[in-house]
Nanobody, 120 residues
Framework: VQLQASGGGLVQAGGSLGLSCAAS????????MGWFRQAPGKEREFVAG????????YYSDSVKGRFTISRDNAKNTVYLQMNNLRPEDTADYYC??????????????WGQGTLVTVSS
């Protein structure tokens, strides 16, 4: 499975940004998908996950109510809509795929990151 995240950029605090992650292969609809992030000098952290059907979603407390994860299995793509962004959301954002199909992982495949920078 190959994953390619896109959509990062520079945004002011309070603004919005949408990320996309395109996956290769015909089994995408069976995978759980997740978004993670890693800020400079910090460990990678879980942001959001979505189950194979899109019916189950799970968010970290730090983004709950501000970020929304969704997927389009026909397009082999998972999305992360980020609203009301804060400077502490600045990080490299990665998408990942879980063979289990669950939104909670474990995650088996990882894509390259896309940088999100939130200015104050």
């Amino acid at each position: 499975v190959q994953l390619q995240a896109s959509g990062g950029g520079l945004v002011q605090a309070g603004g919005s940004l949408g990320l996309s992650c395109a996956a290769s292969g015909r089994a995408f609809s069976r995978y759980g998908m997740g978004w993670f992030r890693q800020a400079p000098g910090k460990e990678r952290e879980f942001v959001a996950g979505i189950g194979w059907s899109g019916g189950r979603k799970y968010y970290s407390d730090s983004v709950k109510g501000r970020f929304t994860i969704s997927r389009d299995n026909a397009k082999n793509t998972v999305y992360l809509q980020m609203n009301n962004l804060r400077p502490e959301d600045t990080a490299d954002y990665y998408c990942a795929a879980a063979l289990s199909g669950r939104e909670t992982g474990p995650y088996d495949y990882w894509g390259q990151g896309t940088l999100v920078t939130v200015s104050s």
